[in-house]
């Protein structure tokens, strides 16, 4: 059974960094694409970022490059969002997903970017 | 960026009625796209992908169809657990870009 738990949200001030995981069993994370994917709570979804299953390539959405950086680590099965320079407007849950058509979600992690 | 847009963006509908939702995409996509259900506060789930292929352990009474710009996800027979907001994503190109949502209520 395809499983993805995220960790690593929080409360963090604007200008702040903060780091998600998201944990994989069930499939291994270097045969797939994954995806990073946003929330704010009660609005509609925005894909943030994804890496191709070898880590060679890594996409973004264009209000997070330069500041998320997507990464994996095939030996802890394990996908990750390093957050930077965070903004108000980053506030939101985070849901990491699997596969190039989102075919399983974890149950995300909530952000909060407040001061 | 590719602009995908739903409608309606919400219904009314009866237990067992038919729903038709239309996800419209603002060039074409080829069959790169998504549905996905999704309850208040959960996370989303996946009910179709390549525009038409049934996910893992979704019900048949789900069905999608389409190519290129015009798609369209049909629950045959509407029941009480599928009163959700559904969305339609397409990863033909980035950015991947989801549609508004389709918010389904019970009439």
């Known amino acids: 059974e395809v499983q993805l738990v995220e960790s690593g949200g929080g409360l963090v001030q604007p200008g702040g960094s903060l780091r998600l995981s998201c944990a994989a069993s069930?499939?291994?994370?270097?045969?797939?694409?994954m995806s990073w994917v946003r929330q704010v709570p009660g609005k509609g979804l925005e894909w943030v970022a994804n890496?191709?299953?070898?880590?060679?390539?890594?996409f973004y959405v264009d209000s997070v490059k330069g500041r998320f950086t997507i990464s994996g680590d095939s030996a802890k099965n394990s996908l990750y969002l390093q957050m930077d320079s965070l903004r108000v407007e980053d506030t939101a849950v985070y849901y990491c997903a699997r596969g190039g058509g989102h075919l399983d979600w974890g149950q995300g992690t909530l952000v909060t970017v407040s001061s | 960026d590719i602009q995908m847009t739903q409608s309606p963006s919400s219904l009314s509908a009866s237990i067992g009625d038919r729903v038709t939702i239309t996800c419209r995409a603002s060039?074409?996509?080829?069959?790169?796209l998504a549905w996905f259900q999704q309850k208040p506060g959960k996370a989303p789930k996946s009910l179709i992908y390549?525009?038409?292929s049934l996910q893992s352990g979704v019900p048949s009474k789900f069905s999608g169809s389409g190519s290129g710009t015009d798609f369209t996800l049909t629950i045959s027979s509407l029941q009480p657990e599928d009163f959700a907001t559904y969305y339609c994503?397409?990863?033909?190109?980035?950015?991947?870009?989801f549609g508004g949502g389709t918010k389904v209520e019970i009439k």
């Open positions: 060039q074409g996509i080829s069959n790169y």
């Open positions: 069930g499939f291994s994370l270097s045969t797939y694409w």
């Open positions: 890496i191709k299953p070898d880590g060679s390539q890594k």
């Open positions: 994503q397409q990863y033909n190109s980035y950015p991947l870009t």
């Open positions: 390549d525009a038409s």
